[in-house]
């Protein structure tokens, strides 16, 4: 399994915050992964407006386009992370998959709880070790 | 003797403190710095500022420590050291500085935080390091401040801060001189 892209999109699905990890970021895989936050983010208004109930964050596997694989992740404030991968040979358990939205997850906390945080822009070095820190494991 | 204030803190700790959320006061001391930095502008300005709260909170701070510790007289600066840091610090923030850096002359100390739970989720900005900001100076001002309450006039400086860099955060406390019943004089 490969981590291709993380993004944080805020209750308005406005990105607020988007890394990928490719081997050779370029203008037009930036775009590309926006692209598909849009798409996904249709298809999370879906699951979520007939969810059965809204105790459990993580979506799921969210759409499949091409070779990649979007899972998604709502907070309870309404934020959404979705993560891209590229798709594996072998069967994801969703545990792994789970274990990485809540180390996103933990890392979002911190940062939103830093008092010199301005609202709506995350940019945060701790958050970006975090990120880089599930890149390097997930993404080698 | 240092066993001794160590136990002092540690049963004032349990027996004689009311509990109260750690996160309601993490955030209201950063929503505090923040609110300073946007009204001053200019984090030197800060640093005073939350120097001088720390005065006011240090000088009505160090009566409630006596009321809940029956601590005597210390026998010199080394033990008045030792009991801001055992007693003191564990009482309040319930974490136990290390003392060390004595001067020759024995009038000034360092303290030591290896953990200080005001800094929990704060990331300073890039300005803020640039300028000088001492995020946790309260606790400089608390400590002038109940010195003074003790007949010592000091000066209490951070020098060194995790959120700036550094490996750990560093108080200088220097003892400038006693005061033989005096009236200590207000700040502004």
């Known amino acids: 399994m490969k981590l291709r892209c993380i993004a944080i999109l805020n209750r308005q699905d406005i990105p607020v915050y988007m890394r990928s990890f490719d081997d050779a970021p370029s203008e037009e895989s930036t775009v590309k992964y926006q692209y598909l936050a849009h798409t996904s983010v249709d298809v999370i208004e879906e699951r979520m407006a007939n969810a059965k109930s809204s105790s459990d964050l993580y979506l799921g596997l969210l759409q499949t386009v091409g070779e990649l694989a979007i899972y998604g992740y709502v907070l309870n404030t309404g934020a959404r992370i979705l993560l891209v991968i590229s798709v594996p040979e072998s069967v994801v358990r969703s545990a792994a998959i789970r274990e990485i939205f809540q180390q996103i997850h933990a890392g979002y906390i911190a940062l939103i709880c830093n008092p010199f945080n301005e609202g709506g822009k995350l940019v945060s070095s701790k958050f970006d070790l975090i990120i880089n820190e599930l890149g390097r494991v997930h993404a080698a | ?188």
């Open chain 2, 1 to 188: 003797m240092e066993k001794q204030y160590k136990s002092v803190g540690e049963e004032a700790w349990k027996n004689n403190t009311e509990k109260a959320s750690a996160e309601l006061f993490i955030f209201t001391y950063g929503s505090l710095v923040v609110q300073l930095a946007k009204d001053y502008e200019d984090y030197s300005a800060v640093n005073k500022q939350l120097d001088k709260m720390g005065y006011n909170i240090g000088v009505r701070l160090v009566d409630d420590m006596m009321a809940r510790t029956s601590l005597e007289r210390c026998s010199g600066f080394s033990a008045t050291a030792e009991v801001i840091a055992k007693v003191g610090f564990k009482l309040f923030l319930n974490v136990v500085p290390t003392v060390t850096n004595w001067s020759a002359d024995a009038k000034e100390f360092s303290l030591i935080l290896d953990d200080n739970p005001l800094n929990d989720f704060c990331e300073l900005p890039p300005k803020a390091v640039a300028d000088g900001l001492w995020y946790s100076n309260v606790l400089c001002g608390v400590i002038r401040g109940a010195l003074e309450m003790m007949q010592m006039q000091t000066e209490v400086a951070y020098v060194r801060d995790v959120l700036r860099g550094d490996d750990v955060s560093e108080i200088r406390v220097k003892l400038v001189r006693m005061l033989d019943e005096e009236v200590p004089a207000s700040d502004d």
